[in-house]
């Protein structure tokens, strides 16, 4: 960006110049008019570039404590309205909580946790996202979900202090990030009682699966279910 206003600052002046020996204007006064025009182009730009302001970022600025509730809303509207589609395991019986979402304007993505991997032995974790942008960058999307699946395998031991704790994620991070990527594998996914193809990879009782039906991108990471069994529905709303 201050190469732009270099660049503005420069033409500015030499058009600035020609004015001066044509018309006898002052140079400096069409520089400092050329480089306010791009200053304020780039300006406007926040309010119609590709992630304008809007109403909600000056709340947000103006009262900080209730980001959180206003970004609920938001993703609440979005499910209810069908801009965003979250997904439940059918006939699941235990604990439900809310996992990552997108706190943008428009929610794009939304996870719903089944069970608590941290101290059950049976958890799903269901993440939809918008179809449109799912299929961009599938390849990576497919090698962060395994290194999550690895992640998920493996926890550190409970008695290290902070110094160990950080040495011990560093290191799981170098030893995933050079794991290979296990082949993935053609599986049937069953979503509000239709069965579609997905691609998934099994690791002893943990398993992922990716898919993408009806416009609406599915990553599932899951333990202690057979990855051929579970079905998904689409949930109306968050009251979980």
Not at 41 to 48: D, G, H, L, V
């Amino acid at each position: 960006m201050p190469v732009t206003y270099v660049m503005a600052a420069v033409i500015g002046g030499v058009v600035g110049a020609t004015f001066d020996l044509v018309l006898g204007w002052r140079w400096w006064l069409i520089a400092v008019g050329f480089l306010a025009a791009v200053w304020l182009f780039f300006f406007a730009s926040a309010f119609w570039g590709p992630d304008p302001i809007r109403a909600n970022h000056v709340r947000d600025v103006i009262d900080p404590s209730g980001i959180e509730a206003r970004g609920f809303a938001r993703l609440e509207e979005a499910i209810s309205t069908g801009q965003l589609v979250g997904m439940e395991v059918a006939d699941w019986t235990g604990s439900r909580s809310l996992g990552v979402w997108g706190r943008s304007s428009h929610p794009e993505h939304v996870t719903l946790r089944h069970g608590d991997p941290e101290r059950d032995n049976t958890w799903v974790s269901v993440t939809t996202r918008c179809g449109d942008r799912f299929s961009i960058g599938l390849d990576r999307r497919k090698v962060r979900l395994f290194r999550e699946l690895l992640r998920n395998e493996e926890q550190p031991p409970t008695n290290l202090d902070v110094e160990d704790l950080r040495r011990w994620v560093i290191d799981q991070r170098r030893r995933i990030e050079a794991t290979k990527p296990m082949k993935w594998s053609t599986t049937i996914l069953t979503i509000d009682g239709t069965a579609i193809r997905n691609n998934g990879i099994q690791k002893g009782d943990r398993w992922i699966a990716i898919a993408l039906a009806e416009g609406v991108g599915i990553e599932i990471i899951a333990r202690g279910f057979d990855l051929d069994t579970v079905a998904l529905n689409r949930v109306p709303s968050l009251q979980l």
